[in-house]
Structures are given as C-alpha cells and as structure tokens.
Nanobody
Framework: QVQLMESGGGSVQAGGSLKLSCAAS??????????MGWYRQAPGKQRELVAMMWKRGNTEYGDSVLGRFVISRDNSKNTADLQMNSLKAEDTAVYFC??????????????WGQGTQVTVFI
C-alpha cells in the first residue's frame, strides 16, 4: 500500500519561510511517479494547485506562489520538497502532497497525502 508522508508544516510570521517535504513509500516497488507536488486548500475555498513537478523536471506553479515557492524532487527517493519563501497570510491552508500516476507492481493511480497545516500570521 502506498503512503505519502508529509512533514514541515507549522506556523510562521508573514515574510518568513517554511519547507514542506513529502515522501512516497510502499510495501511494493515504486517504479516511478509521473508528477509529484502540492495542492492546498484554505477554509471555505476550493483546493488549488501550488506546485507540481514532472519526473523529467518540468514544473507547474499556481499564479499566487510563482516567484516565491520552489519545488524540487528526488526521483530516486520518491520525494518532493516545497520551499516556501516570502510567506503571506493568504498562504495559510492545508497543504496536500500529491503523487500523480504513481506506478508500482499493482499498476498506476494517483495518491494524496493527509495534509499538513501551514499558518502564516501577521
């Protein structure tokens, strides 16, 4: 069974930085993950893209975080990190790690983490 373990959430003052990490693990061999990254959901709002990275390194960023957040991946370890800089109060949300098209011995599917809270206070 595949699990996505998220870490690094917490509270930070506006203007500060946080780093989120996500690791995919499984009792079976993971052969690859097409896209890996982060979405977020603030109270009363829809879930939105934060940042995703393709296996080959292409990236996608939400407009609101472009220039402030940086995503990275280690394909050999099935991990993804999100460096969040110049944080704003509106970045407050639950951040979800996503592994899209994760391929293992059972086939492929998408997986979501449980979410980690990020709170930015003024």
């Amino acid at each position: 069974q595949v699990q996505l373990m998220e870490s690094g959430g917490g509270s930070v003052q506006a203007g500060g930085s946080l780093k989120l990490s996500c690791a995919a693990s499984s009792s079976r061999n993971i052969f690859g993950i097409a896209k890996m990254g982060w979405y977020r959901q603030a109270p009363g709002k829809q879930r939105e893209l934060v940042a995703m990275m393709w296996k080959r390194g292409n990236t996608e960023y939400g407009d609101s975080v472009l220039g402030r957040f940086v995503i990275s991946r280690d394909n050999s370890k099935n991990t993804a990190d999100l460096q969040m800089n110049s944080l704003k109060a509106e970045d407050t949300a639950v951040y979800f790690c996503v592994a899209e098209r994760l391929v293992d011995e059972d086939g492929f599917r998408d997986y979501w983490g449980q979410g980690t809270q990020v709170t930015v206070f003024i």
